[in-house]
């Protein structure tokens, strides 16, 4: 059982940035990735990495401003969110599939953090 434990929430400016962490228990191989979800909305797929950060995957909606990163050393992938919007405001959570394919589905996903929040003020 692989605990994820997310860290770097928020509450912000717009304009402002965020790195958030997700520090996993235990060294993986598989696919870990970032989703969000905000109040009364579906949670949305922000994007995946490899296991060593060598492919990515990131959402449309995002990916000019946001970028997800690895340090497969230490267990902990990271997400620079830059340009913040207050749009961005949500739950913002970490996630791994014991699998190698870079899935935009949560369901896909085996292992999940508790979430962490981010808050963006206009």
């Known amino acids: 059982q692989v605990l994820l434990v997310e860290s770097g929430g928020g509450l912000v400016q717009a304009g402002a940035s965020l790195r958030l962490s997700c520090a996993a228990s235990?060294?993986?191989?598989?696919?870990m990735a970032w989703f969000r979800q905000a109040l009364g909305k579906e949670r949305e797929f922000i994007g995946a990495?490899?296991?060593?950060?060598?492919?990515?995957k990131t959402a449309d909606s995002v990916r000019a401003r946001f970028t997800i990163s690895r340090d497969s050393a230490k267990n902990t992938m990271f997400l620079q969110m830059n340009s913040l919007k207050p749009e961005d405001t949500a739950v913002y959570f970490c996630?791994?599939?014991?699998?190698?394919?870079?899935?935009?589905?949560?369901?896909?996903?085996?292992?999940w953090g508790q979430g962490t929040q981010v808050t963006v003020s206009s």
């Open positions: 996630a791994q599939t014991e699998g190698y394919f870079l899935s935009p589905k949560a369901s896909d996903y085996d292992y």
């Open positions: 235990e060294r993986t191989f598989y696919v």
């Open positions: 990495i490899n296991w060593s950060g060598g492919s990515t």
